[in-house]
């Protein structure tokens, strides 16, 4: 196991921003976003920064979604919530623009899941009293991994790998069991060869070992280096774990009924090895 991260840390952010070159669909709407949310709010986006799999390089065209923060110089009003949901109208709904709105003070303090935030899931405007993509997740993604396509200088991130893997523990088994038990009980009445959506067998099985990776080595990873993961972690899932890779990779892949009882123990034993670490 390495050695995670120290138990808090204040990350600053360099104004120089980089990372790697964008796919020509991102890079079109993220540019359209910054126009019209400086035509429409002027002055009040002061950073724009992605996370996710663009920058862990595990970005899929057809697969994935452009997702980030957005740093506003302060809160939004409701004149300007309206302002920024007729934006978010106006860009192409694929690969959705899924952000965060915060403030520099926001990210100099750990993530509130009590406060009002605005944001967008799967390309649709949200508008939540409280909690959101709010996370320890996010902070930690912002401060460690991120590319910033207008960067606030010296931005300062509460970065709390303590809080981290709480927040991840937490999430196993109030969220990921729960999807194994729903995943099971789907399927009970079908037969094996019935094929299912190709998302769902990807979805579980690259999706938990991300927590597993996390717990054992303090690091947040991509999808696809979550599966390359779990075939040393769990190496007797190996075949469908080597499909579903070659799925998230582009290649054609078929799934079965079969396949998604083989990743209820799958999922079940990721989840328990991970609230062991």
């Known amino acids: 196991m390495t050695q995670p991260p120290p138990e808090t840390t204040y990350l600053t952010l360099p104004a120089d921003g980089g990372g790697p070159v964008l796919p020509a669909e991102v890079s079109a709407t993220t540019k359209l976003y910054l126009q019209l949310i400086d035509q429409a709010l002027p002055g009040q986006v002061t950073g724009l920064y992605l996370t996710g799999s663009l920058p862990l390089g595990d970005y899929r065209r057809g697969l994935s979604d452009i997702d980030g923060v957005v740093i ?3 809160p939004l009003t409701e004149p300007e919530v309206a302002a920024v949901r007729g934006v978010h109208a106006q860009l192409p709904t694929s690969p959705a623009f899924d952000v965060t709105y ?5 990210l100099t303090a750990p993530p509130d899941a009590t406060k009002p935030v605005v944001f967008t899931l799967d390309g649709q405007f949200e508008q939540a009293p409280s909690g ?3 996370s320890p997740v996010l902070w930690s993604e912002l401060a460690r991994q991120s590319t910033a396509l207008r960067a606030v200088p010296d931005l300062i991130v509460h970065d709390d790998q303590e809080a981290l893997e709480a927040f991840t523990r937490a999430n196993l088994t109030s969220y990921w069991s729960g999807r194994f038990d729903a995943l099971e009980t789907a399927f009970a009445d079908h037969p094996d060869d019935e094929v299912v959506d190709t998302w769902i067998l990807p979805w579980v099985m690259l999706g938990v070992p991300r927590l597993h990776a996390l717990l054992a080595t303090g690091n947040i990873i991509s999808k ?6 779990a075939l040393i972690a769990f190496p007797e899932w190996s075949p469908l774990l080597h499909r579903c890779l070659d799925h998230r990779s582009g290649k054609p892949e078929t799934f ?8 209820v123990p799958y999922g079940r034993k990721v989840i328990t090895a991970a609230l062991a670490l």
């Open 72 to 74: 506003i110089a302060s």
């Open 102 to 106: 915060l403030t520099t003070a926001d």
């Open 132 to 134: 959101g993509p709010v």
């Open 224 to 229: 696809t280096a979550a599966g390359e993961h």
């Open 256 to 263: 079965t009924v079969a396949d998604a009882r083989s990743a």
